[in-house]
C-alpha cells in the first residue's frame, strides 16, 4: 500500500538542505471516454494512470518531480535530486503520519466502474438521435461522456496524511444548425462529482433536446442590437460571468502578486450591498467538490465577498503563508505530474431576496441572457468580454424575442458594485477551469441579477 512507504524517511531525504514543507500526491486514475459523431461511434477509451508528486517548498519557491516508479528506492531517489534545488531554511519531518479519509458525503450511488462499457455507449447513442430528430436544419451533432474514478493519498512532513476517493460523470451535446448561410451552436453539458445517478435526473434525451432547440432558437432568431442597455442575467445562466469576471481575481496567487483588480483591497467595499460570492467545496455531488483539496487541506466553504465586502482571498499553503491568511482549501493540480495552484471549486454568488420575476418585469428593456457562451477577463483590470449563448429582448417587462451574435463588454468590479437586483433562485453551471496550463472541474453558481446598465456588442 502507497501509504505503507517511510514518509519520514522520504521527507527527511527531500528537506536535508533545507525547505519549511515536503508534500507527497499520489493518485490512480481510472478515466473512459465515449464520443459520437454524426452517428458514428468513435472507438472508445479507457486507461488507468498511477504516479506521484513531490514537492518542497522553500521561502516562496517550489521544487517539483513526479514519478510513476513507486518504490522505496525510486522515491528516495527522487527526493535526493529535489534536495539539490533546494536552499535555506530547513525543518525536520514529523516522525508519525496521522491518516484521515473522506467522509461519506461524497458516497457514490451507482459507481461507473460497476456499469458496462455497451450500457454507457447506449447513453451517447440516445443523446445523438433524439438531437437528430429534432430539426431538418441540424447539419451536426457530436455527443461525448466521459467519467473519471480518482483513488487520492496526500502526506506531508507536518505529519499530516489523507485519503479521498473522487467520481465525475460527464454528459454533453453540441449541436450545429444551418440555414440559408447561417450557423448557430447549441450546447448543453451536464455533470457532477457523482456516478451513473446523474442521469436519474438528466436522461441523455434531455440534455441533446436543450442543446438542439438552443441552435435552432438561435438560428431563428434576428440579429441583437448593440448599444449601452439594462442587462437581466437569469438563474438559468449559471455563474460563468461571476466565476471568470470576479472569480479569477479573488485567488490569492493573483491578489497578492498585484496581477489582480483586488489586490490590497481586503475590508473595503467592492461590490454593491446586495451582492455576496463564496466559495465552496463542500455542496454535494458538484463538479468542484471534494472531501480534501490537492494537499490535504479538508474542503471548506469560504465567503469572499460579504454583502459588498472583500472578506477573504482563496488560497493554497504557499500564498496563505506569504499573505498571513487561513487555509481555504484551494491548492488544485490536475495529476501529479503538476504541482497545486490557487483555484476556485464550486463559485457562488449567492440568493438574494427578490423574486426572479420581478426583477424581469420591473425592467422595461434590455436583455435577457438565459445562456453566457465563451468570454475573456483581463484580472489586472477587471474587464471582460462574454458571448451570449441565449439572449431574449426585454419589451416591457416580459421576455421579448430572441437575439443572436450579443456579447457583453464590461468591467467586473464596476458591474458588481451596479448591481441593483439578487434573485432568490440560484442555477448552476458547470466546466473545466484553465490556469497556468492545467484544467481542473469546477461548477460556478449566480441567482438571476440585474445590471442597471451595461455595453451589449451587437451581431454584425
Known amino acids: 500500500m502507497i501509504n505503507d512507504f517511510d514518509w519520514s524517511g522520504i521527507f527527511k531525504k527531500a528537506l536535508s538542505r533545507g525547505g519549511w514543507l515536503a508534500e507527497v500526491f499520489y ?262 467538490s471534494f472531501g480534501f483539496d490537492d494537499e490535504g487541506t479538508p474542503a471548506q466553504r469560504t465567503v469572499l465577498i460579504d454583502r459588498g465586502r472583500l472578506t477573504s482571498y482563496m488560497t493554497d499553503r504557499l500564498y496563505a503563508r506569504k499573505g498571513e491568511l487561513p487555509l481555504s482549501g484551494n491548492g488544485r493540480r490536475e495529476s501529479f505530474r503538476h504541482r497545486p495552484v490557487v483555484r476556485m471549486t464550486n463559485t457562488l454568488l449567492l440568493p438574494g431576496s427578490s423574486d426572479p420575476e420581478s426583477i424581469l418585469k420591473g425592467t422595461d428593456s434590455g436583455l435577457y441572457v438565459v445562456r453566457v457562451g465563451g468570454g475573456q477577463v483581463n484580472t489586472v483590470n477587471g474587464d471582460f468580454v462574454f458571448e451570449v449563448g441565449e439572449g431574449y429582448l426585454i419589451d416591457q417587462g416580459k421576455v421579448g424575442e430572441p437575439v443572436r451574435g450579443a456579447t457583453l463588454v464590461g468591467n467586473g468590479p464596476q458591474v458588481l458594485m451596479t448591481i441593483d437586483a439578487v434573485g432568490s433562485d440560484l442555477g448552476f453551471a458547470i466546466g473545466t477551469c484553465g490556469k497556468e496550463g492545467q484544467g481542473v472541474p469546477v461548477a460556478d453558481a449566480q441567482p438571476t441579477i440585474r445590471i442597471p446598465e451595461l455595453l451589449v456588442g451587437g451581431a454584425v
Do not use: C
Not at 453540441?174 to 448561410?181: K, R, Y
Not at 441552435?215 to 461571476?242: K, N, Q
Not at 450591498?273 to 466559495?279: G, I, Q, Y
Open 27 to 288: 493518485e490512480r486514475t481510472r478515466t473512459a471516454a465515449i464520443q459520437m459523431e454524426e452517428r458514428r461511434l468513435e472507438k472508445p477509451t479507457a486507461g488507468v494512470d498511477q504516479g506521484l508528486g513531490l514537492r518542497v517548498l522553500f521561502g516562496q519557491r517550489t521544487a517539483y518531480g513526479y514519478t510513476t516508479e513507486l518504490t522505496g528506492g525510486g522515491l528516495l531517489e527522487l527526493a535526493g535530486e529535489l534536495s539539490l534545488m533546494v536552499e535555506g531554511e530547513r525543518n525536520e519531518p514529523s516522525p508519525d503520519l496521522a491518516l484521515e479519509r473522506a467522509g461519506e458525503g461524497y458516497r457514490i450511488l451507482k459507481p461507473p466502474a460497476g456499469e458496462e462499457m455497451a450500457a454507457k455507449v447506449e447513453l451517447v447513442r440516445r443523446a445523438s438521435e433524439r438531437a437528430w430528430s429534432l430539426d431538418k436544419r441540424i447539419r451536426q451533432v457530436k455527443a461525448v461522456y466521459l467519467e473519471r474514478q480518482q483513488e487520492i493519498f496526500i502526506a506531508n512532513s507536518l505529519g499530516r496524511a489523507v485519503e479521498d476517493h473522487r467520481t465525475g460523470v460527464i454528459l454533453l451535446t453540441q449541436v450545429v444548425a444551418e440555414e440559408n448561410g447561417v450557423i448557430q451552436t447549441g450546447y448543453e453539458p451536464v455533470g457532477g462529482a457523482l456516478g451513473l445517478e446523474l442521469f436519474d435526473d438528466h436522461p441523455p434525451e434531455e440534455v441533446a433536446e436543450l442543446a438542439g432547440r438552443r441552435a435552432i432558437l438561435m438560428l431563428e432568431s434576428r440579429p441583437a442590437p448593440g448599444g449601452r442597455m439594462p442587462v437581466v442575467i437569469s438563474g438559468r445562466a449559471g455563474g460563468t460571468m461571476v466565476h471568470e469576471a470576479v472569480g479569477h481575481g479573488l485567488e490569492a496567487d493573483l491578489a497578492l502578486e498585484g496581477l489582480s483588480v483586488y489586490s490590497g483591497r481586503l475590508g473595503e467595499m467592492v461590490a454593491s450591498e446586495l451582492v455576496s460570492v463564496a466559495d465552496d467545496a463542500t455542496l454535494p455531488a458538484k463538479r468542484g
